[in-house]
Nanobody, 124 residues
Framework: QVQLVESGGGLVQAGGSLRLSCAAS????????MGWLRQAPGKEREFVAG????????YYADSVKGRFTISRDNAKNTLYLEMISLKPEDTAVYYC?????????????????WGQGTQVTVSS
């Protein structure tokens, strides 16, 4: 079982950028597909980005394509989400999540566990 702890959230103006990090513990991180989910107030949790175990394949939600980049460093057991050109509609709690397998997850149902989340607030 992998334990996940997110960091890097905060308050930023529209057009700004943030970098989220996820520190993972446990041996399974380097062999797991990973991803980011988010949940805005009053809305269901949604898929944001996914990456396979080796880092050479990624998927993104249409709403973040071209603005968000997911990456991982297996030597450091860390997952990242680089976010640029942020919009007010990106405001949400962002969760680091572990996939069911080694592949790059692309749907909310592809994940088996997630962390406590980090708040991202984008002001207009």
């Amino acid at each position: 079982q992998v334990q996940l702890v997110e960091s890097g959230g905060g308050l930023v103006q529209a057009g700004g950028s943030l970098r989220l990090s996820c520190a993972a513990s446990g041996r399974s991180f380097s062999m797991s597909g990973m991803g980011w989910l988010r949940q805005a107030p009053g809305k269901e949790r949604e898929f944001v980005a996914g990456i396979n175990w080796s880092g050479n394949r990624q998927y993104y939600a249409d709403s973040v394509k071209g603005r968000f980049t997911i990456s991982r460093d297996n030597a450091k057991n860390t997952l990242y989400l680089e976010m640029i050109s942020l919009k007010p509609e990106d405001t949400a709690v962002y969760y680091c999540a572990a996939a069911l397998g080694t592949y790059a997850p692309s749907r909310i149902f592809d994940f088996r566990s997630w962390g406590q989340g980090t708040q991202v607030t984008v002001s207009s």
